[in-house]
């Protein structure tokens, strides 16, 4: 099976711009989690989607949101970009009958 | 809620050598025990797991871990290490039950390997 594929690899805005990033989950993988990975904060959960709803929300600002395809694609949107969303933005997707996440390269988005 | 700490930021070794890093957990709830590897610039790989059952769990690449519920510790282990090895390693844990939805991780230990 293909792996979790994320895309862009590498992205650059400036601040205020808006952005949306894309990960495609492994074949029959129907739960999606994104984190972000920052040297400050480290690994942080952004929020969880299954069958296309959200199941759970990290503490973070209504600038970041999402939202799951019926091919349980799922893409992230971060609006009103600032300086400090500068970081790796990993997807990741669940087995569900071994509790197992398997995580795509990441999105490495640099906020000028 | 749970959460990790991750007892060392940085492990130097040279190679060969045994290595453990250590990582606790807290939680008021059953859990689920995880270690994931990072390469620069890559995302994260499983290394092991821990659900239920045997206490020592063995992973990918050598690695073991032992769950100790009395110590609340999931420390991971290597008899002997190589270059290779050389990466960052998370601790996670979740919620231990089916509608367990997220990964809390630990703020990872960055292992060096010196020849």
């Known amino acids: 099976k293909a792996g979790v594929t994320q895309t862009p690899r590498y992205l650059i805005k400036t601040r205020g711009q808006q952005v949306t990033l894309s990960c495609s989950p492994i074949s029959g993988h129907r739960s999606v989690s994104w984190y972000q990975q920052t040297p400050g904060q480290g690994l942080q959960f952004l929020f969880e989607y299954f069958s296309e709803t959200q199941r759970n929300k990290g503490n973070f600002p209504g600038r970041f949101s999402g939202r799951q395809f019926s091919n349980s694609r799922s893409e992230m949107n971060v609006s009103t970009l600032e300086l400090g969303d500068s970081a790796l933005y990993l997807c990741a997707s669940w087995d569900r009958g071994t509790f197992e996440q398997f995580f795509g390269p990441g999105t490495r988005l640099t906020v000028l | 809620a749970q959460s990790v700490t991750q007892l060392d930021s940085q492990v130097p070794v040279f190679e060969e050598a045994p290595v453990e890093l250590r990582c606790n957990y807290s939680?008021?709830?059953?859990?689920?025990l995880f270690w994931y590897v990072q390469y620069p610039n890559q995302g994260l790989q499983l290394l092991l797991k821990?659900?239920?059952?045997?206490?020592l769990v063995k992973g990918i690449n050598g690695f073991e871990a032992e769950f100790n519920k009395s110590q609340t510790s999931f420390h991971l282990r290597k008899p002997s290490v190589h270059i290779s090895d050389t990466a960052e390693y998370f601790c996670?844990?979740?919620?231990?039950?089916?509608?367990?939805?997220?990964?809390?991780f630990g703020t990872g230990t960055r292992l060096q390997v010196f020849p």
């Open positions: 821990y659900l239920s059952g045997s206490t």
């Open positions: 939680s008021s709830v059953s859990v689920y």
């Open positions: 996670a844990v979740s919620r231990g039950d089916y509608n367990t939805d997220k990964l809390i």
